[in-house]
């Protein structure tokens, strides 16, 4: 199961049935649950725990020092869920003290070639980032998520759950939940309808995040304002949802 030029540290915690490839580098500190795959040359260096059935291909490097100059050392953290793919060329960093000390990955998540992941950032589950996807520090995805290709993400801004970014996307702002957006600087595109549809969304929930949609973006309002009216006029937690997800905006929403 770990090829002999495998490199693996005796402080390393690797579940029984973990696959380690030719030419993979595991660090002390570094934990892997059941079920999990590590192709060749990898390199996944501590402390950094992953759960269990985690696929990590060739050249990928998880767990690595990050970028930021204030990193002076510190034994922080990224830990990852279960079931995700990790492709070729992804670089999975750390956090920072100076934040939460960790890089936190949910599960089920398509991390397509060559995707970079910042210190401190939070990815949800089930999201797919696309080839060459750039997040820079501090910066949270949430669930059911979609980047397109060559999409980069400013650092802090946060992503909403169910929320598709087109390829090509320069995202400085934070994106609501459920939204479609595109473009250098992304710009609204309107709802995620498609993706709301395969997830199972209901015909009424889907009728009034329309509306919502609208009072934000097409009557003119002031975000405050448009909040206020959909909160008054429905009473669905998928309403609740994109409106508590335009409230904690920090850098403004993609309008």
Known sequence: ???PTALIDKAARLADDVEVGPF??????????AGS??????VIKGPTVLGERNRIFQFASVGEDCQDKKYAGEPTRLVMGDDN??????TLHRGTVQDRSETTIGSRNLFMAYVHVGHDCVIGDDCVLANQVTLAGHVTVGNFAIL???????QFCHFGDYAMAGG???ITKDTPAYMMING????????NLVGLKRRGFSREAISALTVAYKLVYRQGLTVEQAVEQMRDRFDLDE??????????????IVR
């Open 1 to 3: 199961m770990i090829h």
């Open 24 to 33: 993979s580098v595991i660090g002390p500190d570094v934990e892997i649950g």
């Open 37 to 42: 795959v590590i192709g060749p040359h990898v």
């Open 85 to 90: 793919v990790v492709r070729e060329g992804v």
């Open 148 to 154: 397109g290709g060559l999409s980069a993400v400013h």
């Open 168 to 170: 090509g996307s320069i």
């Open 184 to 191: 250098n600087p992304a710009e609204a595109r309107g709802l």
């Open 239 to 252: 309403v609740k949802h994109f409106a508590d997800s335009i409230e904690r905006a920090t850098r403004g």
